[in-house]
């Protein structure tokens, strides 16, 4: 099913569409926490921070294509960890920010011709190592990357509290 699939960086006239694409996965992770803004109060905000990210840290965003139909993205940029306990070669890292498939299209090797798109960006500019975030309530998000290799490094730990101020 793959054969007709193109991957490219995206251009400035498919930003209507990133922001469709990303009102649907910010969507999908409000619902699974509450605590993030709704899509609608969100979206646009959200691809701008990315284009700046993107700019700033020497990403890329890559559209997944088909019959000239986008249907999907990946976004990534380098990054610096800044704890001092890891080691300086370790300290940089691909990031990659969002990573989106049209449900139509899930289950075709989509993703993973993302994720290797974004791999390949990070790796040419000498990175050694890649990083994403899921939340905990999206298997799905999570086997998607444990597909591709990813492997869980940190676990982050949320609890509600009541102030007592």
Known sequence: MN???????WRPTDRATIV?????????????DPSKLPAAEMSEAYVADLER???????????AER?????????CWLDTDDDISIREVYRRFGYVADIFVLAGERGHRVAQQLYQAAEDHCAERGMKRMRIGA???????????????????????????????
């Open 3 to 9: 054969t007709d699939l193109v991957i490219r960086f």
């Open 20 to 32: 469709a694409f990303e009102s649907a996965l910010q969507e999908h992770e409000h619902k699974a």
């Open 53 to 63: 990210e993107m700019a700033a840290k020497e990403g890329a965003l890559f559209v």
């Open 67 to 75: 019959e000239g139909r986008p249907i999907g993205f990946v976004c």
């Open 135 to 165: 939340i905990a309530a999206n298997p799905t998000a999570i086997a998607s990357h444990e597909r591709f290799g990813f492997q869980p490094l940190y676990l982050v730990f949320d609890k509600p509290i009541e102030p007592r101020l």
